[in-house]
């Protein structure tokens, strides 16, 4: 392995995920899916990223629950450990370093135009905290660190990737070539699925059951009855048509379908042509149902042996941190430390 990363053989893959919520079919859809079919092809970091969670007050039993919970649906997902770096973010000191770091190349009119923390501070009026503000400063840092050609993302954090590049670009300009410029790889199916019953909204993992979100741990009736309940439009005939702006949530629906089954828009219009949402929408809760089932049953078998997650987080960290050290040296001889 430490061969591997010397020689840089293949190209380099890296995302994230905050454990601040059960992970969804969102995130599921939107990120994870396009990470794990890449491992033959690039050299693959992913990580939990506990330290941008607690940008937000977590309980600290339920944080370590879902980080190591995180971990065991990262592998029942497809993400074998021996092909890709898995690792927790707050195991491998060098991220919240770089962080530090490029807070001093981050400016402020930068970070305040922030969609996530404009959304985040209105909803978290009493704790507009400085960690909220500096997010993207320590996510360019996770990525940074690493020299990823690729990052893998939903719709929601290309804006994230491009200050990224904006304060690499910066501190290149005053250093020389010290960051690579990676570029976010967005789903073409599936970057933004929405709530089930608000599909003006992201479906996330923060928000409770009510909010219309689909957990990968749901059971099939959890699942069935989420879908069922799904909010649609009045049409009642032949209406399963895809139209982001008039029917956001048969959009979002047939979104879902569509990246679940492989089938383009057309195809789903087809296959349901003349059919009422009494069938489409119990069709689309099936087919997440069979999606989500293997990925449940793994991920709960995994759970009970924290022995293995354990030596999978520890060696994860252990290769993380040696590729994340040489751009840590690299970044303190630049900025004028004296080396350690
Ligand atoms: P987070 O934890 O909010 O979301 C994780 C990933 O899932 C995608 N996603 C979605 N995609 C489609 N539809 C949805 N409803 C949906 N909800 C979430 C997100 O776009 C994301 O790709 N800041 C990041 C985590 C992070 C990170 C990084 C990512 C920290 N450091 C470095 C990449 C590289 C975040 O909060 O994602």
């Known amino acids: 392995m430490t061969e591997e990363i010397r020689e840089q053989p293949k190209k380099r893959m890296l995302s994230g995920i905050k454990p601040s919520g059960d992970l969804t079919l969102g995130s599921y859809l939107g990120a994870i899916r396009n990470w794990g079919a890449r491992s033959e092809e690039f050299d693959c970091f992913y990580f939990m990223a506990d330290l941008h969670a607690i940008t937000v007050r977590q309980n600290p039993a339920d944080l370590r629950r879902r980080t190591l919970e995180q971990l065991a649906q990262y592998i029942a997902c497809g993400l074998d450990p021996e092909k890709n770096t ?32 404009k959304d ?3 909803k978290n009026a009493d704790n507009i905290n400085g960690g909220l503000f500096t997010y993207p400063s320590l996510m360019a840092a996770d990525i940074l660190l690493y020299q990823p050609d690729y990052v893998p993302v939903g719709e929601d954090q ?8 904006t304060i690499a670009r910066r501190f290149n300009g005053i250093y020389g070539d010290v960051f690579k410029l990676p570029e976010p790889y967005v789903p073409k199916v599936g970057a933004r699925i929405m709530s089930l019953t608000n599909p003006t909204a992201k479906m996330s993992k923060s928000e409770n059951e009510d909010t219309g979100r689909v957990l990968l741990m749901d059971t099939p009736e959890t699942i069935m009855r989420q879908f069922k309940r799904a909010i649609t439009d009045s049409d009642t005939e032949n209406c399963v048509h895809y139209d982001k702006e008039k029917k956001p949530g048969v959009s979002n629906l047939m979104t879902i379908y569509s990246a679940c089954t492989g089938k383009s828009y057309a195809e789903i219009e087809q296959e349901f042509a003349g059919c009422g949402y009494g069938k489409f929408k119990p069709a689309v809760g099936e087919t997440v149902v069979e999606t989500l089932r293997p990925i449940r049953e793994e991920a709960q078998r995994i759970m009970k042996d924290k022995a293995y997650l354990e030596s999978v987080y520890k060696e994860g960290a252990r290769r993380a941190s040696f590729v994340a050290e040489k751009t840590m040296r690299k970044v303190y001889k630049k900025v004028g430390f004296i080396g350690r």
Not at 103 to 108: D, K, L, P, R
């Open 158 to 165: 290309k804006q994230h990737v491009e200050l990224c590049h």
């Open 120 to 122: 985040k501070s209105a």
């Open 86 to 117: 898995l690792f927790i973010q707050s195991q491998v000191p060098q991220h919240a370093e770089l962080g530090w770091v490029l807070n001093c190349y981050a400016m402020f009119g930068e970070l305040s135009r922030m969609t996530q923390f």
